[in-house]
C-alpha cells in the first residue's frame, strides 16, 4: 500500500486513501487480457486494504463499517475464482524452491504441468470473466460515491485509537487460539488479522517513520510465512480432492510429506516471530502510537 494517514486532518486523509485505493482496484481490473491474472491478484488486494482502512475507523463509522465492509468482501469473492488457480500453480513453484531435488524428477514435472493446464481451463472462460470485472468496476465506482457521507466527526488521534486497539488486540486473540490449536481455519483466521495490523502500520508510518517501517517489515514477514502456509493448506486440500492431478499413488504420498515438513517449518517461525510481535498490551501500544502521532503533528 503505497497510502499513508498523515496528522494533519486524519478524516480527509481516510477518505483520500480510501478513493486512491478504489482507483487502484479500478486501473488493475482494467488491464488487458495478457494481464488479467495478475491485475485481478492486484485488485484483491486492494479490497483487503480497504478492509483494513474500514476497521480503522471501525468505532466512528458504526453501522456502516458493516455495509461497506461485507460490499468489499463480496466484492473480493467474484473474483476468488479466477485467481486460485493461478496462486496454487506459484504455491507449488515455492515449494519446488525449498526442495529442489525431488520437484526436478519427472513426476513432479508432470504434476505441474497438470496444474498449468488447470489454471489455463480456470482462465479460459473470457466472456464470464469480463462479466464479472464490469460489475465489479461499476460497483467499485459506485463505492465512491459513498465515502463523503462516512462519519468520521472524532478530531485527531481519536479517530483511529479504537480501530487501532481492536485490530491488534484481536491479532493476539487469535495467536493465543492458534498455540493451542494449529488447524488451517486457525491459522487462517490469524493470517486475516496480522494483514490488517500489518496494512494499519503502513497507513500510520509517517508518524514515526523508522521505527512503524521497522514492525511493518516483520508484520510483512509474518503475513507472508502464514499466507505460504495458508497457500500449501490449499494445496493439501486439492490433492485430496483430485488426486489424479498429482500422479500415482506414491508421488501423492511424497507430495503430502514434502507439504507436511515444509508447512511445519514455516508454523515454527511465525508463532517464533509473532510471540515477538504480540508482546505488548492493546492500550499500552495505543498510548505508544499517540505519542508517535502526537509528536509528529507538532
Not at 164 to 178: L, W
Not at 218 to 239: C, E, F, I, T
Not at 240 to 248: H, R, S, V
Request: aromatic share 6%; with cysteine.
Amino acid at each position: 500500500m503505497g497510502y499513508k494517514l498523515r496528522p494533519r486532518d486524519p478524516a480527509a486523509e481516510v477518505r483520500k486513501v480510501a478513493r486512491q485505493a478504489i482507483e487502484k482496484a479500478v486501473e488493475a481490473l482494467s488491464a488487458p487480457p495478457a494481464e488479467r491474472g495478475e491485475g485481478v491478484h492486484q485488485a484483491r488486494k486492494r479490497f483487503k486494504e480497504l478492509r483494513a482502512l474500514l476497521r480503522l475507523v471501525r468505532k466512528p463509522l458504526g453501522k456502516q463499517f458493516q455495509r461497506e465492509n461485507h460490499w468489499l468482501r463480496d466484492l473480493g469473492r467474484e473474483l476468488a475464482e479466477s485467481r486460485d488457480a493461478t496462486a496454487m500453480l506459484e504455491s507449488w513453484d515455492a515449494l519446488a524452491a525449498r526442495f529442489p531435488e525431488p520437484f526436478a524428477e519427472p513426476v513432479f514435472r508432470q504434476a505441474k504441468q497438470r496444474l498449468q493446464a488447470r489454471a489455463t481451463h480456470a482462465e479460459s472462460g473470457v466472456a464470464e470473466i469480463d462479466t464479472r470485472l464490469a460489475k465489479v468496476m461499476g460497483e467499485l465506482n459506485d463505492g465512491q460515491t459513498r465515502i463523503d457521507d462516512w462519519p468520521l466527526q472524532a478530531k485527531g488521534f481519536d479517530l483511529l485509537a479504537a480501530g487501532i486497539e481492536r485490530t491488534y488486540a484481536d491479532g493476539c486473540a487469535e495467536q493465543a487460539r492458534v498455540r493451542l490449536d494449529l488447524s488451517d481455519e486457525q491459522l487462517h483466521q490469524w493470517r486475516k488479522r496480522v494483514k490488517d495490523h500489518w496494512y494499519q502500520t503502513r497507513l500510520l508510518a509517517p508518524s514515526w517513520p523508522m521505527l512503524m517501517q521497522l514492525r511493518s517489515d516483520s508484520l510483512k514477514k509474518l503475513a507472508d510465512l502464514l499466507g505460504d502456509d495458508h497457500d500449501l493448506a490449499v494445496m493439501r486440500q486439492l490433492l485430496q480432492q483430485q488426486p489424479a492431478l498429482f500422479g500415482d499413488e506414491a508421488m501423492q504420498e511424497r507430495l503430502g510429506n514434502l507439504i507436511a515438513e515444509r508447512r511445519s517449518e514455516l508454523q515454527s517461525a511465525a508463532l517464533k516471530l509473532g510471540g515477538e510481535l504480540y508482546v505488548q498490551a492493546p492500550a499500552e501500544l495505543v498510548a505508544r502510537w499517540r505519542r508517535y502521532w502526537d509528536g509528529a503533528a507538532e
